[in-house]
């Protein structure tokens, strides 16, 4: 399994080889927006200029042969709200998002979908054989609510099998940076079953390093993804703030980077 880098004139974003379809996690490089949300945000809410924004969006689209209002887009509330996204979901950028969800499947060609990222966990999955796609955001919060269960079972609506289900999931806050209290590993313990070995480290001081990342990885192979079949970055975007964008790291002063995916 292994992310390379791949640069499009300015634009620098990842790319996994577990997957086929067209797709990308964004890095903070190739913009055109400046300040905090320097330079290749793709946030329409975060006070950037609307007219950099657009650009980021259309940059993107260069890549994916669609133009910059052709991406269906979510409006993330750390929620479970998986949407099976159809042509008149095409999101025209400055345009109110009209639903709230943190996750996207579909089954439609030329239909890019994303998901915004600053230190979630950003997942993509393709099953290449039924033609289906999906793209999550997890946070703790919907990580351990089953978003992941949910989108799973949205694919499998579309006609895809678990066990020809790829998936990758992109950089994200890392086991070294993510402090919590013990609300998050008693719900991750939950999450999983019990099945957290390596996962959570206990300070001893009352707070606790939780392996998000790593716990969504486990998730979608109890759900049935093949392990030869799952790509898992090794980034931390809190430790690579100069490539990526942390929440934590900016005390949420930033811009937001995207995790997106297109059937060809």
């Known amino acids: 399994m292994a992310f390379t880098e791949q640069k499009y004139n300015e634009c ?6 577990k997957l086929s379809a067209k797709h990308m996690f964004t890095t903070r490089a190739g913009g055109v927006s400046s300040g905090v949300w320097e330079s ?20 993107a689209g260069e890549i994916f042969g669609v133009s910059a ?10 929620g479970t709200e998986v949407r099976i996204a159809s042509e008149s979901d095409r999101h025209v950028i400055g345009e109110p998002v009209p639903y ?20 979630c966990v950003p997942v993509l999955m393709e099953d290449r054989e039924a033609g289906v796609i999906a793209a999550v955001h997890c946070g703790w919060k919907s990580s351990v609510a089953d978003i992941l269960g949910v989108a799973v079972e949205k694919m499998i609506s579309l006609g895809a099998k678990a066990e020809n289900i790829h998936a990758a999931i992109g950089a994200s806050i890392g086991f070294c940076c993510f402090e919590t209290d013990g609300e998050v590993p008693e719900a991750v313990e939950k999450y999983l079953g019990g099945d ?8 001893g001081n009352g707070k606790f390093h939780v392996d998000l990342r790593g ?7 109890q759900l049935g993804i093949k392990p030869e079949n799952l790509d898992v970055s090794e980034e931390c975007t809190m ?17 937001s ?5 297109m059937l060809d």
């Open 12 to 17: 620098v974003y990842m790319v996994s080889d």
């Open 40 to 59: 290749w945000n793709f946030g329409e809410n975060r006070g950037d200029e609307p007219a950099s924004v657009r650009e980021n969006y259309r940059r």
């Open 69 to 78: 209002d052709d991406f269906v887009v979510t409006r993330q509330v750390h």
């Open 100 to 119: 709230e969800i943190d996750g996207l499947v579909t089954n439609i060609k030329g239909l890019p979908i994303l998901v915004y990222i600053a230190d």
């Open 196 to 203: 957290t070995d390596g996962l959570i480290r206990d300070e």
């Open 215 to 221: 716990s969504n990885a486990r998730r979608l192979l």
């Open 239 to 255: 430790c690579n703030q100069d490539k990526y964008w942390s929440h934590r790291g900016t005390k949420g002063v930033r811009g």
């Open 257 to 261: 980077m995207c995790a997106a995916i």
